[in-house]
């Protein structure tokens, strides 16, 4: 975790990059690496982490919320950044946008990312329309 409170979006990648190096992924050997800023300019990342059993999977974007949450999450997540080692980066799973979804609003930004940087940028809302949210609840 580290504090800043640029809204500069490559202080985003270059913290993917360096999480991605701690992947843990020897059965699908795509080693990933995320980012998150949350709404006090904390930054929070993540790698995946895969298990023989597959279920036990935790990807990159999850364990930087997760992280972010075990912290004290204050406010909502404003950015994320997902890096893999493919030319076309790859977005989040759809198990990772719900879990963003719960703390992140529809204006978050997303950036995909390759080793060289990032490449794309959609919002929340843009990359996971109608999402079920906690105000279903309520």
């Known amino acids: 975790m580290r504090n800043r409170k640029s809204l500069d979006p490559d ?3 270059r913290e993917a990059k360096k999480a991605q190096k701690n992947a843990h992924a020897p059965y699908s050997k795509h080693k990933i690496g995320a980012a998150l800023r949350t709404a006090n300019g904390r930054i929070f990342s993540g790698c995946n982490v895969e298990n023989a059993s597959y279920g036990g999977t935790v990807c990159a974007e999850r364990v930087a919320v997760f992280k972010a949450v075990s912290e004290g999450l204050k406010g ?4 994320i950044c997902v890096i893999s080692s493919q030319k076309d980066p790859w977005p989040p799973c759809g198990f990772c946008r719900q879990v ?10 997303i950036f995909l ?14 990359l996971f ?3 079920f949210t906690p105000t279903h609840l309520k």
């Open 129 to 131: 329309p109608e999402s």
């Open 76 to 79: 909502p997540i404003t950015d």
């Open 100 to 109: 963003l979804a719960e703390f992140a609003t529809e204006n978050t930004r």
């Open 113 to 126: 990312a390759n080793p060289r940087g990032i490449t794309k940028m959609f919002t929340l809302g843009e």
């Open 11 to 13: 202080v985003l990648f």
